[in-house]
């Protein structure tokens, strides 16, 4: 029998209408256009304005538009999973919101909680359950409204964040395509330099806590970057190693959208050109785990059936994580 290899059947992306540049930041708190540029490699970054509307509304936005390009009736999907760390509560899960809002009835779906490598985490669940034949089609989606967990008076955090959902479908191919490899890492050494302190179990709201804007993301900016542009530059040279990737027969590089300066890091690494890379920091900024798929998105008219591409992300955790695929259409 052919081994099955799970493999992305399509690609959409949603990020809200509202833009908030450099230049508004500017207006926000003690910082400016140049610093911002040169220190992230971001102009800009899309905002979800209306209070009524969270993380499961970008991520309904981007299956919405999956599934009408690819010509999938809901009836056929089997799986969905969001992989967030902005959930709109802290249950239900944000799948299930997603599910409810789609229409969608007895079909299981669940969030991953892995943060910036969220999506990477998300394709290792989607591809199992592909692979052991239990489900034909998963619908993984990355939802983030970071926009609601970031102070705009805190200019160490404010700069990067952005909002934005993509998603993807994953099927099985008997072809020599799909997602080939993936490895997974993380440390909880990162939690004390990047979280939110309250709200979850450990630090219930208080009135205190809001007092004391623990609501908001707590990062230790340059902790965190020492981090990232080791583990983001050495998953991505590994997985080239085991997967004999070089340079040459590399087509594309997918990294998580935190920092040009980290993407940099990893690209020498690996030896890359910068037209292998794909890059859309600069107009959105930090999406969390929807940076890779709105990345996808952008580029689905520049891939060809066979690329090579390598995706990487960091995150907080701390979480890494790296694939290899062979794109297939
Ligand atoms: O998504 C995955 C998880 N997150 C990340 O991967 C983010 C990793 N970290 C970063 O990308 C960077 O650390 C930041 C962009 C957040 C900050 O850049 P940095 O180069 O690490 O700055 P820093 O925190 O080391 O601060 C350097 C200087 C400080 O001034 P002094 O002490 O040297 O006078 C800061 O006060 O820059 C100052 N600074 C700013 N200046 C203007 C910090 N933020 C700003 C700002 N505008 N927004």
Request: proline content about 3%; overall charge negative.
């Amino acid at each position: 029998m052919t081994k099955l290899v799970a493999t992305i059947k399509g690609v959409y992306g949603y990020v809200p209408a509202d833009v908030l540049s450099n230049k508004d930041l500017e207006q926000m708190v003690d910082t400016n256009d140049e610093w911002i540029r040169s220190r992230t490699g971001i102009s800009e970054r899309r905002i979800l304005k209306d209070p009524s509307l969270a993380s499961s509304d970008l991520g309904l936005e981007a299956v919405k538009g999956l599934l009408e390009k690819t010509n999938t009736d809901l009836s056929e999907i089997d799986l969905l999973i969001c992989c967030t760390a902005t959930p709109d509560m802290l249950f239900p899960a944000t799948a299930n919101l997603i599910s409810g809002k789609l229409g969608l009835k007895d079909t299981p779906s669940f969030d991953i909680g892995a943060a910036c490598s969220g999506f990477i985490y998300g394709l290792s669940v989607a591809k199992q359950f592909v692979e052991n034949g239990a489900y034909k089609k998963v619908v993984l989606v990355g939802a983030e409204k970071m926009s609601s967990i970031v102070d705009y008076t805190d200019r160490s955090h404010c700069i990067i964040f952005g909002d934005g959902a993509g998603a993807v479908l994953i099927e099985a191919t008997e072809e020599e395509t799909g997602i080939i490899d993936i490895l997974l890492k993380s440390d909880g050494v990162g939690s004390k330099h990047l979280h939110q302190k309250a709200g979850g179990s450990l630090n219930p709201a208080t009135l205190e806590t809001v007092q004391n804007k623990e609501h908001f993301i707590h990062q230790e900016g340059a902790a965190v970057f020492k981090f990232a542009v080791t583990k983001m530059a050495e998953i991505s040279a590994q997985i080239m190693e085991r997967n004999n990737l070089t340079p040459e027969n590399l087509d594309w590089f997918v990294p998580h959208q935190a920092n040009k300066r980290i993407i940099d890091a990893a690209q020498r690494r690996m030896g890359l050109p910068d037209e292998k890379v794909m890059l859309n920091i600069q107009k959105f900024g930090n999406t969390t785990s929807a940076t890779i798929p709105l990345c996808l998105w952008e580029w689905e008219d520049k891939l060809k059936k066979g690329d090579n591409l390598v995706l990487s992300a960091f995150g907080g955790g701390f979480t890494w994580a790296a694939a290899y695929l062979k794109w297939s259409y």
